[in-house]
Structure formats: C-alpha cells, structure tokens
C-alpha cells in the first residue's frame, strides 16, 4: 500500500525519479482514480541539436494516470489469491513519443519473496 502511495504521488516525482526535472498534476477526477499531469524528463549530455547551445535532451509532456485501488486477484478455479494494486499510465500529449505507457502493478510478497508462493522466478505454476 505505501509504494502505490508512493506512484501516485505524482508532483513529488522530481524530487525522487533520476532524469525526471518536473511533475505537476494539472487535474484528477472527482472520483480520484484519473489524474492528468504534466512531466518533463532529461538526460544529460545528449543533444537534439548539434552545438554547444543545448547539453540536455528534454521532453516535456501530459500522461493520464489511472490508478486502481486493491482489488482481490483470483485464480483460475475462481479462488481469491493476494490483492493487487494498479497504476497505469499513458501519454496523450507529446512532441518525442508517439505513445509511451507504463503499467505498475503491485502485490503484497509472501514470507518467500514471491505474491504466489513460488520462489523459483523460472517456474510460473505455484
């Protein structure tokens, strides 16, 4: 629960993300799980224009976030597993990206390390 705070605190991503320069939510939804924010992120050392004028490549651009508060993720025989949280986001407005997405999607790990009880990260059946 504290890490998808964590992602959805989406303005104090500057302070914390590497390469992220801005985070600003321009607006959510009156039902809280959408948000619009503004993101502008840079890389050092990498120019889009030959010269010394510009150090750093920059984009600066709108995602809309939506975010999915714990619901209860069952498995095939319709039996409750483990809650699952999550965020996605896509951007809707960008000069660089054609289309940039991202999706988190979080669950609380067993005392094994693993959200199903299997330790081997090779074997996908628990």
């Not at 997405?101 to 609380?108: A, C, D, P, V």
Request: charged share 20%.
């Amino acid at each position: 629960k504290h890490l998808y705070q964590i992602i959805n605190d989406v303005d104090q991503y500057q302070n914390f993300l590497p390469y992220c320069l801005e985070s600003r939510v321009l607006q959510t939804s009156k039902c809280g799980t959408m948000m619009d924010a503004v993101l502008r992120v840079g890389w050092p050392g990498l120019s889009a224009f030959p010269g010394p004028s510009s150090s750093m490549l920059e984009e600066r651009y709108v995602s809309r976030v939506k975010m999915s508060d714990a619901e209860l993720l069952q498995d095939n025989n319709g039996e409750a597993q483990h809650l699952v949280w999550v965020v996605e986001a896509k951007s809707i407005r960008s000069q660089l990206f054609d289309s940039l997405k991202s999706r988190w999607q979080l669950t609380i790990a067993d005392k094994t390390g693993s959200a199903d009880g299997n330790t081997d990260p090779c074997n996908n059946s628990p």
